[in-house]
């Protein structure tokens, strides 16, 4: 079973970073690509970003909104994908979910409460 | 950017009867492989979202058939043959082809 549980998410101060972690299980990894999309309060959804797999390159690709302040790595050996966000903002509040490949198979979530 | 926009916002529907949710890009959506990566997502009431439907109309394990895709270009269908309890929720439309990738504003189905 497909199997991915984000973590690290919180309250934070605007211009703070927070690092969340996307840990899988069930699929190989190292044959996915791995994205990040989020949702504010009430709204629909947004596309973050997404890493390639090392066949491809591993470079990722980020939503303008992000682009400068995000980063998304991937640890093959751990199966794990992380966001680092910098320079926050208010607007940067929601949940965050990772997905494998292109939003194949979704996470439950980790909510990020951007807020002084 | 691709604008992905749905219509209707809301549908309310009745139990056992069918619906249809539109979407519409504003560029066409077919890939420069000849694919075309148009996207249903739902998202029940607390949920994470699902995937339903990739590439206009294959469905993914474990949907049941009463949902289908179609469309070509610009413009999309999903719809539900009989709505049951269990449908209640957002649904999503994406577009895959373009960077960025664009969500439609989500179409919600309730009960009447």
């Known amino acids: 079973e497909v199997q991915l549980v984000e973590s690290g998410g919180g309250l934070v101060k605007p211009g703070r970073s927070l690092r969340l972690s996307c840990e899988t299980s069930?699929?190989?990894?190292?044959?996915?690509?791995m994205s990040w999309f989020r949702q504010a309060p009430g709204k629909g959804l947004e596309w973050v970003g997404f890493?390639?797999?090392?066949?491809?390159?591993?470079?990722?690709d980020y939503a303008p909104s992000v682009k400068g302040r995000f980063i998304i790595s991937r640890d093959d050996s751990k199966s794990i994908t992380d966001l680092q966000m910098n320079g926050l903002k208010t607007e940067d509040t929601g949940v965050y979910y990772c997905?494998?490949?292109?939003?194949?198979?979704w996470g439950q979530g980790t909510l990020v409460t951007v807020s002084s | 950017d691709v604008v992905m926009t749905q219509s209707p916002l809301s549908l309310p529907v009745t139990l056992g009867q069918a619906a249809s949710i539109s979407c519409r890009s504003s560029?066409?959506?077919?890939?420069?492989?000849?694919?075309?990566?148009l996207n249903w997502f739902q998202q029940r009431p607390g949920q994470s979202p699902r995937r339903l439907i990739f590439?206009?109309?294959n469905r993914d394990p474990g949907v049941p058939d009463r949902f289908s895709g179609s469309g070509s270009g610009t413009d999309f269908t999903l719809k539900i043959s009989r709505v049951e309890a269990e449908d209640v929720g957002v649904y999503y439309c994406?577009?895959?082809?373009?960077?960025?990738?664009?969500f439609g504003p989500g179409t919600k189905v309730e009960i009447k």
């Open positions: 890493v390639r797999t090392k066949v491809s390159g591993g470079t990722a």
């Open positions: 590439k206009i109309s």
């Open positions: 069930g699929f190989t990894f190292t044959d996915h690509a």
């Open positions: 994406m577009q895959g082809t373009h960077w960025p990738l664009s």
């Open positions: 997905t494998a490949g292109v939003a194949v198979a």
């Open positions: 560029r066409s959506l077919v890939h420069s492989d000849g694919s075309t990566y």
